[in-house]
């Protein structure tokens, strides 16, 4: 988990959570990731890292891709079957959204904000698991 404050947006803090996922297990995984996360950078770099992934092209681009021509080369490979199981991860943002304290972010300081996600987070998953 990596706290960010409200207004910055997800993509940058991708990179810092791959790395620590990386130093946490060696196990190969999917990313499936909305179309915020539908930049060129971000793809060249999970290609350079060999992780598989599900994004949807943003519309600008499949338009400035096409406009392009045969030079805009083809476009990214992506399963509509395997993205729907996204949902899973907007359930989770959903149920941690239940904790009033998380929701409406009352903590005044990052690292009380971030301990109650992390108690959030731990209480969902064990109610999930019994």
Same mark, same amino acid.
Not at 4 to 14: I, K, M, R, V
């Given at each position: 988990?990596? !706290?960010?404050?409200?207004?910055?947006?997800?993509?940058?803090? !991708?990179?810092? !959570?791959l790395d620590a996922h990386a130093r946490q297990s060696t196990a190969r995984f999917r990313l499936l990731a909305d179309k915020a996360y539908s930049h060129p950078s971000t793809r060249r770099r999970l290609r350079e890292r060999r992780i598989p992934n599900t994004i949807p092209e943003r519309s600008d681009q499949i338009k400035r891709r096409k406009d392009q021509g045969s030079a805009g080369g083809r476009p990214p490979a992506f399963d509509p079957l395997v993205y729907r199981d996204r949902n899973v991860v907007e359930r989770g943002y959903n149920r941690l959204k239940q904790w009033r304290g998380i929701a409406t972010r009352y903590d005044k300081y990052a690292l009380t904000y971030g301990g109650g996600v992390l108690l959030a987070a731990i209480v969902i998953t064990a109610r999930v698991r019994h």
């Open positions: 988990m990596i !706290l960010t404050p409200g207004q910055s947006g997800d993509n940058p803090q !991708l990179v810092p !959570l």
